[in-house]
């Protein structure tokens, strides 16, 4: 059963515009939402984490926006670029406890 | 950083035989690590998890006779797929977790590199 619904499946997006992506959970218990970013071959990469006392963090132009109420996060990445193409998976744990991953999303951007 | 070393990056061996993956922590004592399989263009599954000294705990339907787990030292974990057959045929990559790590790594998870396992 996945505990992380992350949409959409794939995204294309034109070079500059932003990348939006979405992941939804249901267990109240996590307390840890990071994104990563992982290319072909290799280990994910964390990008960026939030956790639920915070609504919104920037780090570049990486953003988690944080809906607890909603029990939804997002990822925002802005003037997206060619190197940005890669798979991204959202993510939650309760702390201490193995990360529980969204499917991800295959973002590409065209020049 | 934290940084967690995995080897081999690939490796390919003949059905039936074992192959040993290990995962280090380089720069700090990981009290629990995880390891995880995934499959072309899908997502990380968790297998187990393993605190070092005890037993690990294996995710339900993945067999511990089949994937050994050892946590012998605070600093390594090692994965041995006994009696390979093409169906684990996968990328295994395990993350590492130092529980005094804060700041941008959150709760310190920290992932190898991945190994691919092609068996034939």
């Known amino acids: 059963q996945q505990q992380v619904k992350q949409s959409p499946q794939s995204l294309i997006v034109q070079k500059g515009g932003i990348s939006i992506i979405n992941c939804a959970y249901e267990n109240t218990a996590f307390d840890y939402f990071p994104w990563y970013q992982q290319f072909p071959g290799k280990g994910p990469a964390l990008l960026i984490a939030i956790r639920p006392d915070v609504s919104e963090k920037k780090e570049g132009r990486f953003t988690i926006s944080f809906n607890k109420s909603a029990k939804q996060f997002s990822l925002h990445i802005m003037d997206s670029q060619p190197g940005d193409s890669a798979t991204y998976f959202c993510?939650?744990?309760?702390?201490?406890?193995?990360?529980?991953f969204g499917k991800g999303t295959s973002l590409l951007v065209t020049p | 950083g934290a940084v967690v070393s995995q080897h081999p990056s690939w490796v390919i061996c003949k059905s039936g035989t074992s192959v040993k993956i290990e995962c280090r922590s380089l720069d700090f004592q990981a009290t629990t690590m995880f390891w995880y399989r995934q499959f072309p263009k899908q997502s990380l599954m968790l297998m187990a998890t393993s605190n070092e000294g005890s037993k690990a705990t294996y995710e339900q339907g993945v067999e511990k006779d089949k994937f050994l787990i050892n946590h012998a030292s605070l600093t390594l974990s090692t994965l041995t797929v006994t009696s390979a057959h093409p169906e684990d045929s996968s990328f295994y990559i395990c993350s590492a977790r130092d529980p005094f790590l804060s700041g941008k790594n959150g709760y310190g998870y920290t992932f190898g590199s991945g190994t691919r396992l092609t068996v034939v």
């Open positions: 993510a939650a744990a309760v702390s201490g406890y193995a990360l529980n």
